[in-house]
């Protein structure tokens, strides 16, 4: 069985757990999330905890036991406290510009990358070299963000592209000096 599956997770005084038949839906003050279960999961919910169990004993359900249980785990936290991902370009002339639901990415190109943000995400200009992602649900947080480095990933000799905050690039040294 998996350790994280087996996790009781406890739910916070302003976010409160419905199961209905194979979906589970979490409201809290930031917003609501709703999962649909894989069949052979079963999730309880008891004076303030939830609970992830199997109900069949094969490779698929256990996979998806510690899954379910992180899934919930992320929704809770989603709904209550919100995630965040930030984001820096690095390199002569890059830029992030924002405008409503588009980002516009200045990134070496001959021409600027528009990207469609999505519903439920909030794009969050710190400077023209850094942005912050903000939303409720994990997953598209993580996707848009990985969407956007994917524009222009960081390279090794120079470092130049964008890159998360506070991620190391790991740097090459480049030709040598014949002698």
Do not use: C, W
């Not at 956007?148 to 998360?164: A, S, T």
Request: charged share 30%; net charge positive.
């Amino acid at each position: 069985m998996s350790r994280i599956g087996k996790r009781v997770l406890s739910i916070p005084e302003n976010v409160n757990v419905n199961v209905e038949g194979s979906t589970v839906t979490v409201k809290g003050p930031k917003g609501e999330l709703s999962l649909e279960l894989v069949k052979n999961i079963a999730v309880k919910v008891e004076d303030g905890t939830v609970t992830v169990e199997p109900l069949k004993d094969d490779k698929f359900t256990h996979a998806m036991h510690g899954t379910t249980n992180a899934n919930i785990r992320n929704m809770i936290i989603g709904v209550s406290d919100g995630y965040k991902k930030g984001l820096e370009i690095v390199g002569v002339g890059y830029k992030f510009n924002v405008q409503g639901n588009k980002l516009t990415i200045s990134a070496g190109y001959s021409h600027p990358v528009i990207m469609e943000v999505p519903n439920g995400i909030t794009v969050k200009a710190i400077s023209n070299t850094e942005i912050e992602l903000e939303g409720i649900d994990k997953e598209k947080v993580g996707e848009f963000a990985a969407n956007i480095r994917k524009v222009r990933k960081p390279e090794p000799y120079k470092g130049k592209g964008i890159k998360y905050k506070g991620e190391q690039i790991r740097r090459k040294e480049g030709k040598k000096a014949s002698k």
